[in-house]
Nanobody, 124 residues
Framework: QVQVVESGGGLVQAGGSLRLSCAAS????????MGWFRQAPGKEREFVAG????????MYADSVKGRFTISRDNAKNTVYLQMSSLKPEDTAVYYC?????????????????WGQGTQVTVSS
């Protein structure tokens, strides 16, 4: 089973940038889709971005399109989420997840390994 650990969260002012990293362990990482989700206090976990196993197909939530970029380096077993033009409403705990299959999906049930999460706080 693939395990993942997120890093890179923190406090940033509105308009700023952060890059999240997700380090994965496990032999099947490079044939699985990967996703980023987030959960704000009092809200349900929501899809942010996903990438298929080759890195050639990506998917984004409408709320982050044009501001966030997901990428992966299979040689390093790592997935990244570059976040720019951050807004206070981006404040949440961000989770990395390993897909059950190679294709990217937006629903949590399509993922079967989750990290502990990393806090992102955007101040106004």
């Amino acid at each position: 089973q693939v395990q993942v650990v997120e890093s890179g969260g923190g406090l940033v002012q509105a308009g700023g940038s952060l890059r999240l990293s997700c380090a994965a362990s496990g032999r099947t990482f490079n044939i699985r889709a990967m996703g980023w989700f987030r959960q704000a206090p009092g809200k349900e976990r929501e899809f942010v971005a996903g990438i298929n196993w080759t890195g050639q197909t990506t998917m984004y939530a409408d709320s982050v399109k044009g501001r966030f970029t997901i990428s992966r380096d299979n040689a390093k077993n790592t997935v990244y989420l570059q976040m720019s033009s951050l807004k206070p409403e981006d404040t949440a705990v961000y989770y990395c997840a390993v897909g059950k299959a190679a294709g990217v999906a937006q629903v949590p049930v399509a993922y079967d390994s989750w990290g502990q999460g990393t806090q992102v706080t955007v101040s106004s």
